[in-house]
């Protein structure tokens, strides 16, 4: 039997040493070519504005301008999941160069650093400091699995408590969809926002409907929010309902702006009405500290304590603590109605109230100190459990936490019982009124050798304490003369003020009466006094308008400022001099404070009116009656410095040039002051334009 010899292996030829190549991300799926995937992005990011390709094959992407503080550490942290190749970072210059291996990874790189971009330019300048991602908490609870996301990334949400994956990509907005284009666009209407320029926001938001591009949660807010510098609310509204029309879901922050628009307005109705809407959203939306200390500003610039009450109670449904600002607007209009037991009891509650270090520290006994049993809301000062809670409370945090909000709460407290005295004062509670003003003084002297306080400069602080100094010795020389003149009856100072409502020019002139007395009850008007009111008030109206014979009981001259503000310097005026003043002034608490200065130096020759300037002027006011028109520093409608800015809160107009030229005698003059060079111009040439026309 013949054997099939076997095959001989034939050596093979020694390969060369192939190179090490590197390692392929997990996500690549195609093979390296010049048509594959890979090389596609490669392409693309080299085409890409901001990506530069480097000699050694990398992609790097410049990151400037960088906030204050920023270090490698907070870089990468910003950066999340992105692990680059190189980092070198030039604090001088405010840049850093980062290189990436993967085109996607500078790609997306680039996307969040112009978010986040977008988002420090539209962000209020208050809350620029926590999007530095160089910076930390003061009060950080435990580490986080992943980094913080920017403000753009959260549906333009400022909530502390809201966090997303940085390394994923969110839903929506602009970084889904990798539209840089859409970004810088926002951008710029977020800029002509800040500076009024209503116009200019509107072609740009057009621009990115022509392009066919989707507008974003954040580019619906900030026209939204152009709208509302420039106190165009029906402007607002409409772009709101756009919004809601295009898909987008409302949140806290686009809230919050259409909210401050209608306050601004003084349409507090219509600002209740927001807040309702975004609780019946699907799921609701709940309100902020920030939203809600909105709308109680708008409550303290109209004077409607009922709405500020409501909001107030509500904090406990909506999960909020009160702090100082809520406190401080719920007083001052408690203070006007001279509601002295209600301010007392504020001030024996939190956050008023001195913090018992007892309670502060204590802590569960079953619970251990390690990092896993650690209570991050605790940590992070909004733990209320306090021995029912299950975690550990570590008394550091407690400690630290009392330190850092007690120069906070000492303000809060000389504010508020300031208020308390001026209500005392004024109600003829002498007992209480004393006690207030030591508790001012009390708090001055304990936050003396602390910290300022974090929502204030030092400079502020020493200024708010000398203006309170100066209130506070005002008072006490009223309470002094008190003990030596007669009897002071606050009714005869309520009787030269009226405060105009809403709708005014609709009444009828015997409505008109009732409607001003019924007003005065928002400054502590007793019913008993409101029928004797209503009959002085029949008096000093002579076919709608003032007869100022009959408010001041003299023949004098009278001068009247508009713009009154606190009254600091008609108040000095009237002293000064025997002519009658009539002060007028827009928001309720100024006006107040006016009636408070007038009272308390009893000057029965200022007359206190509360109401728009033109319309005050238009129904209220006779021909021919006044002697000298003051306007000190009125606002101008560019306040950015910018001459396109457009404004409609501005009060000096052609419509209000007309009407003081017919109130104001023959051979009198109309006085202006400002520090606003190029707005004097601009004010002289209206004036001439206007006189022109009228004479």
């Known amino acids: 039997m013949l054997k099939t010899p076997k095959k001989r292996k034939r050596p093979r030829p020694e390969q060369p040493e192939q190179p090490e190549l590197p390692e392929l991300p997990e996500t690549v799926g195609e093979a390296a070519g010049p048509g594959s995937r890979a090389a596609r992005e490669a392409t693309e990011a080299a085409d890409e504005p901001g990506i530069e390709r480097t000699a050694a094959g990398l992609f790097q992407v410049c990151l400037t301008p960088l906030p204050k503080g920023s270090s490698q550490k907070g870089l990468r942290s910003f950066m999340g999941n992105l692990v680059p190749a190189s980092l070198q970072l030039d604090s001088a210059a405010g840049q850093a160069n980062v290189c990436f291996q993967d085109a996607s990874d500078a790609k997306l790189c680039l996307e969040r650093w112009n978010g986040l971009n977008a988002a420090l330019t539209s962000a209020p300048k208050k809350r620029r400091r926590l999007l530095d991602p160089s910076q930390k908490p003061v009060f950080a609870g435990p580490a986080r699995s992943a980094p913080r996301a920017p403000i753009e990334s959260r549906g333009f949400s400022e909530s502390e408590d809201e966090h997303v994956d940085l390394g994923a990509k969110p839903k929506g907005g602009p ?40 507008p974003s949660v954040q580019a619906y807010a900030s026209l939204l929010n152009a709208h509302v510098n420039s106190g165009d609310m029906p402007g607002a509204a409409s772009t709101f309902r756009k919004m809601l029309a295009d898909g987008l879901r409302s949140n806290v922050v686009v809230a919050t702006a259409l909210l401050k628009g209608y306050c601004r307005a003084g349409d507090i109705q219509a600002a209740s009405g927001v807040l309702q809407d975004m609780m019946r959203q699907d799921p609701p939306v709940k309100p902020d500290l920030r939203l809600v200390n909105t709308l109680l500003r708008g409550c303290v610039r109209v004077g409607d304590l009922q709405t500020a009450e409501s909001v107030f109670d509500r904090l406990a449904e909506w999960q909020l603590q009160p702090d100082a600002s809520n406190c401080i607007f719920l007083v001052s209009l408690l203070s006007q109605r001279l509601r002295t037991k209600s301010i007392g009891a504020l001030l024996r509650k939190p956050p008023l109230e ?46 630290a936490k009392k330190d850092r909000d007690e120069p906070e709460r000492l303000a809060a407290v000389a504010s508020v019982s300031l208020h308390l005295a001026h209500a005392a004062a004024l109600s003829g509670k002498t007992r209480c009124c004393v006690r207030a003003l030591c508790g001012v003084e009390s708090a001055h002297a304990a936050a003396k050798d602390l910290p300022r306080a974090r929502n204030a400069s030092k400079e502020q602080q020493q200024s708010k304490q000398r203006e309170q100094e100066q209130e506070v010795k005002a008072i006490r020389d009223f309470l002094a003369s008190q003990k ?19 709708g ?25 006094a409101q029928e004797p009111i209503q009959q002085r008030f029949a008096r000093c109206l002579q076919e709608g308008r003032l007869r100022w014979s009959k408010v001041f009981g003299s023949q004098a001259p009278v001068k009247l400022e508009l713009g009154a503000g606190s009254g600091e310097w008609v108040a ?12 007028l002034e827009l928001m ?108």
């Open 504 to 528: 005014f020019a609709t009444l009828e002139p015997a409505e008109r009466c009732q409607a001003l007395a019924s007003e005065l009850q928002s400054w502590g008007l007793r019913q008993p």
């Open 572 to 583: 000095a005026q009237a002293k000064a001099d025997e002519t009658n003043w009539v002060a």
């Open 484 to 502: 030596k003149g007669p009897a002071f009856n606050f009714s005869d100072f309520l009787g030269r003020c009226f405060l105009v409502p809403a």
């Open 175 to 214: 970084s889904a969809d990798g539209s840089s284009e859409l970004l810088a666009l926002t951008r710029k209407i977020a800029s002509f926002a800040a500076q009024r320029r209503l116009s200019d926001a509107i072609k740009t938001f057009d621009r990115i409907l022509a392009k066919g591009l989707a």
């Open 588 to 695: 309720r608490d100024r006006a107040h404070s006016v009636l408070r200065r007038a009272a308390f130096q009893d000057l029965r020759n200022i007359c206190v009116v509360c109401g728009e300037a033109t319309k005050i002027l238009e129904h209220l006011v006779p021909n021919c009656c006044i002697s000298h028109v003051f306007i000190n520093f009125p606002e101008p409608p560019f306040v950015s410095g910018d001459e396109a800015a457009e404004s409609n809160f501005h009060m000096v107009t052609p419509e209000l040039f007309a009407e003081m030229h017919r109130i104001l005698r023959k051979e009198c003059q109309i006085t202006i002051l400002s520090d606003n060079h190029r707005y004097m111009q601009s004010l002289a040439r209206m004036a001439r334009i206007e006189w022109c026309l009228l004479v």
């Open 354 to 399: 001195a913090v018992d270090q007892g309670n502060l520290l204590s802590q569960p006994t079953t619970s251990t100190s390690s990092d896993q049993n650690i209570c991050r809301f605790w940590a992070k000062g909004k733990c209320n459990k306090g021995s029912a809670c299950p975690f550990f409370h570590d008394s550091a945090v407690a400690k």
